[in-house]
């Protein structure tokens, strides 16, 4: 196989959050998107990375630059912020994904 048939530009792949205590707060699943590919220095920062305390601020600017709608664009713009246990599920979400 010729390596250019692997680069592809990335598209956006839906990602669902369907924790029990997300269906009983919310009374469904919530979904947000993601590029189904990452450049390698976003990948590199936190893939596979012990996350120590001291990296929590640069690893949610980090998520959240990658929480996105339909159209490919960021969530978290303008001031907008999600509930505490909302961030939490969509940055483990987006950390899962960076290890595939």
């Known amino acids: 196989m010729n390596i ?3 680069a592809v530009k990335p ?17 469904e699943p919530l979904e947000f998107y993601v590029w189904d590919r990452q450049p ?21 600017d980090f998520c959240s630059d990658m929480i996105l709608d339909e159209k490919g664009e960021p969530v978290l ?9 909302v961030l939490s599920l969509c940055v483990t979400k987006v950390l899962e994904r ?3």
């Open 11 to 27: 598209s956006l792949i839906t990602v669902s959050i369907d924790d029990e205590s997300i269906i009983e707060e919310y009374g």
């Open 40 to 60: 390698i220095d976003k990948f590199i920062k936190f893939a596979g990375r012990e996350i120590k305390p001291e990296d929590y601020g640069e690893l949610l």
């Open 77 to 85: 713009t303008d001031g907008k912020v999600l509930p505490g246990i």
């Open 4 to 6: 250019s048939e692997l």
């Open 98 to 100: 960076l290890g595939k």
